[in-house]
């Protein structure tokens, strides 16, 4: 097998790897899919929140998200943030176990996005996020479209931070036409349809259209994986390389 073939059979599998990635099938549905609520319901009332609704937080039940700090022992990053009202909005809310507004992220910029390390690899079949989920609290900073992307690896993982994102991300979800409000949530079930596809990730990046978007709570839902697609093909690799080499050998 000349070098040249040995390159585009690496080419290929790590193509193969790259769309095991990929969703096809997704549903995409609004409404009120908060997990069970565990904690008192909290005003966080303090510099950077104002008294009332806006400030109120409330943890839920996290045995199952993938996502959340206490699990991963990873904080979100986010590429801005609405620094005049930090502590209450930053990025480290968006996976710290808590629904409400007084525990939330909101970008500062249009086509902000957020970004969750896993910690490992993980076969997603859920994801969902939502805003003002308790309390009587607001209907603006609405998300408007939003892209969803997942990754393998990314080189650097650090907030703003976006460089080769292009290569190392795809975009799993796409949503042009999804609406939600206040005290509403967006639920993405993968693996549906008559032509399921996995999707396995450590990484995952939300991206929203809107400036000021607000979001309570990224949660994932699936199984840590035993290891990641490109490690799979290219140990599958090895080996056929191997019994190649062992036969022209003999």
Not at 17 to 38: E, K, R
Not at 132 to 155: H, K, M, N, P
Not at 191 to 202: F, H, I, L, M
Request: aromatic residues 12%.
């Amino acid at each position: 097998m000349t070098t040249f073939k040995l390159f585009s059979v690496v080419i290929s599998l790590i193509g193969l790897a790259t769309f095991s990635n990929f969703a096809s099938a997704t549903t995409i549905s609004v409404g009120n899919f908060s997990s069970t609520l565990t904690g008192t319901l909290v005003n966080d009332a303090g510099p950077g929140c104002s008294t009332g609704n806006s400030c109120l937080k409330q943890t839920y039940d996290t045995t199952n998200n993938l996502a959340f700090f206490g699990t991963t022992g990873i904080a979100a990053i986010a590429s801005s943030v609405l620094g005049s009202h930090d502590p209450f909005h930053d990025e480290t809310n968006i996976n710290d176990g808590s629904y409400g507004n007084g525990s939330s992220w909101i970008g500062n910029t249009i086509n902000s996005w957020v970004k969750i390390d896993l910690g490992y690899f993980a076969r997603i079949d859920q994801l969902v996020f939502g805003r003002y989920r308790v309390g009587a609290c607001c209907s603006d900073r609405q998300a408007g479209f939003f892209t969803i992307e997942t990754a393998l690896t990314d080189d650097i993982f650090a907030n703003g931070n976006s460089g080769n994102d292009n290569t190392e991300y795809a975009v799993v979800v796409n949503n042009n036409a999804v609406f939600y409000t206040g005290g509403q949530s967006v639920k993405v079930d993968f693996n549906t349809g008559a032509s399921p596809q996995t999707v396995t990730a450590r990484f995952l990046k939300f991206t929203f259209a809107n400036r000021d978007t607000a979001i309570d709570e990224i949660e994932v839902y699936g199984t840590r994986a035993v290891s990641s697609p490109t490690t799979l093909m290219l140990f599958f690799f090895g080996l056929v390389t191997m019994l190649f080499i062992r036969r022209r050998v003999r």
